[in-house]
């Protein structure tokens, strides 16, 4: 077989194998997505060592300061997006409202098939972002922080799982699932380090404790 023969037969069989790829991107069923990979636990430990070390200060800190469940395409806002994204078999209706799917929740194990059950998590919660630095941030700056689908910070988990942890960070709660945690301080301190977030003492204790077992 000569050469060109060779890779015009390979250039057929890459092009069909693409066919169908395609195909199967359209017409098949769409794959769950998760939470964006955080960054790994060395490249987390380096980032924590340069983070500012401060007291906290909740001062002037309103929820509404951080508009939240923007429109991110179509009839579908931020919480919709990441039940979809997070989800299994998610059916919506013409408005994006999630119908039915499952939902798994990494923080406690437990799996729900009502989106009613489910709330999405800011990893950094609001408040903890406030008063660590988003206190001096723009109001557009601090809508990006909430609906933030890049970063690692926004997850869908069992809603009285989230309420529990509230404002909360990791020096006094953590997941119940343990296998969890790495992945937690991982992101948690990813988020801090790309939005300039500062740590209070005993925050920077807990996540360097919990990444030196990562």
Known sequence: MSKFYARRQLSIVAAFTGLIASVGLFNGPTASAA?????????????LSTLTVTAEDRTGYNRDLFPHWITQSGTCNTRETVLKRDGSGVVTDSSCASTSGSWYSPYDGATWSAASDVDIDHLVPLAEAWDSGADSWTTS????????????QLLAVTDNVNQSKGDQD????????????????????QVKYY?????????????QNHLASC
């Open 195 to 207: 939005y300039g977030l500062s740590v209070d003492p005993s925050e920077k204790s807990a996540l």
């Open 170 to 189: 990791p020096a006094t709660w953590m997941p119940s699932r343990t296998a969890y945690r790495c992945t937690y301080v991982r992101a948690w301190v």
């Open 35 to 47: 939470l964006p990979t955080p960054v790994s636990a060395s490249t987390a430990r380096s980032y």
């Open 141 to 152: 700056r601090r809508q990006s922080f909430a609906n933030d689908l890049t970063r690692p």
